[in-house]
Structures are given as structure tokens and as C-alpha cells.
T-cell receptor, first 114, second 109 residues
Framework: ETGVTQTPRHLVMGMTNKKSLKCEQH?????MYWYKQSAKKPLELMFV???????ENNSVPSRFSPECPNSSHLFLHLHTLQPEDSALYLC?????????????FGPGTRLTVT | GQNIDQPTEMTATEGAIVQINCTYQTSGFNGLFWYQQHAGEAPTFLSY??LDGLEEKGRFSSFLSRSKGYSYLLLKELQMKDSASYLCAVRDSNYQLIWGAGTKLIIKP
């Protein structure tokens, strides 16, 4: 247990569906992240929130929409996804976005787009 | 562009020592992290280096040479549970983490 939880753990959705991924951290951290992890590729940073403000959006398609209502919760809203979006989506948190603070990861949501 | 290079896969024997290398080319440097990721699980933090030299933590050590853009993770007295992927990540001048693709380590009895 890392103190970061994600739901659901597995999700299968069609290209016309709308779904949301949820992340919650119980560590009192101020920064939260969404990553995409595809097989044999580096982790791809999607979004960063620091003190509830979005500080990074790495050219992510608009079919992915993040929401951060408070420092403990992060959502990723999904709509009209493509099969190439199938991947493991990891949420992480850290004390801050700078310095030596390591990131704590949740177990991920395995997403399959059919 | 920014780049992190690690071997894709390595194999080692239980009880032995293995060294996993990581070379990086980034715009600036603000620290290097090593994470361990077991199959189907979340990455977990192993070590952090920001100054040159060796950091030792039990069976695991991490080395950094900033002038060479090089780090390695040294695992001693290998155990079967060390079979995992090992991810190298560098924090650049914008404090963004740049990740390598990971090295899959297979431990054989």
C-alpha cells in the first residue's frame, strides 16, 4: 500500500463510451499526476496538478479531461477514446513538484478500448 | 530532445550481483531517481541521487556521474523477489521527470 488508491483497477470501454478514472491520495501531498504506461515505452506524463492548479498538460488529446477538486482527489474523464489509448493509467502524488520529493504511485487502471 | 537509455532486459542468478546502467541527455539536471516495478503493480521509489557518488541502501546502491550523464543501480545478493522492472528517471531544468523505458530484470535460481 503506497497511500494512493485508484478505481477501477480494470476498465473495458467502447469508443463511444464516457467513463472516469478516480485517484485518491491519503499522504497529505500537494501535487498529483496522471501517467500513461504502454508496454516497453517510458512513462508518459499526461497532467500535473500542484495545489489543485494544473501546471502541465503534455499535448494530451482533448478526449482526456482531468479534474482536481481538491489536493487529495484527481479524476481523468474519458470520452470517444481510440484503441491506441489502451494502456495502464497510473496516478501519482508527491509533496511538491520540485526537489528531491519522490512520487508515490497508485496501482493503476488497466484500460482496454474496444 | 531529451533521452534516457537503459538496457531493455537483463538476466542474473540468485545470490549474484547485477548492475543496471542508465545514461541520460536532458535539458538541465535536478536529480535522478530509480524506481522498482513488479509486473502488474505500481512503481515504488528506490533511490535518489543529485550529487556525484554512491548512495547505499541495504542491498541496493545507486551511483551518479553528472559529467558523464550516467547512473547505475547495483543490486547485491539477488533474491527471486528482485525480478522486476527498474525505471530510471531524471528531473530536468523545469523540474519535469523524464523517464526511461525500464530494464526488465530476470532472476534465475
Amino acid at each position: 500500500e503506497t497511500g494512493v488508491t485508484q478505481t477501477p483497477r480494470h476498465l473495458v470501454m467502447g469508443m463511444t463510451n464516457k467513463k472516469s478514472l478516480k485517484c485518491e491520495q491519503h499522504l497529505g501531498h500537494n501535487a498529483m499526476y496522471w501517467y500513461k504506461q504502454s508496454a516497453k515505452k517510458p512513462l508518459e506524463l499526461m497532467f500535473v496538478y500542484n495545489f489543485k492548479e494544473q501546471t502541465e498538460n503534455n499535448s494530451v488529446p482533448s478526449r482526456f479531461s482531468p479534474e482536481c477538486p481538491n489536493s487529495s482527489h484527481l479524476f481523468l474523464h474519458l470520452h470517444t477514446l481510440q484503441p491506441e489509448d489502451s494502456a495502464l493509467y497510473l496516478c501519482a502524488s508527491s509533496q511538491d513538484t520540485s526537489g528531491s520529493y519522490e512520487q508515490y504511485f497508485g496501482p493503476g487502471t488497466r484500460l482496454t478500448v474496444t | 530532445g531529451q533521452n534516457i537509455d537503459q538496457p531493455t532486459e537483463m538476466t542474473a542468478t540468485e545470490g549474484a550481483i547485477v548492475q543496471i546502467n542508465c545514461t541520460y541527455q536532458t535539458s538541465g539536471f535536478n536529480g535522478l531517481f530509480w524506481y522498482q516495478q513488479h509486473a502488474g503493480e505500481a512503481p515504488t521509489f528506490l533511490s535518489y541521487n543529485v550529487l556525484d557518488g554512491l548512495e547505499e541502501k541495504g542491498r541496493f546502491s545507486s551511483f551518479l556521474s553528472r559529467s558523464k550523464g550516467y547512473s547505475y543501480l547495483l543490486l547485491k545478493e539477488l533474491q527471486m523477489k528482485d525480478s522486476a522492472s527498474y525505471l530510471c528517471a531524471v528531473r530536468d531544468s523545469n523540474y519535469q521527470l523524464i523517464w526511461g523505458a525500464g530494464t526488465k530484470l530476470i532472476i534465475k535460481p
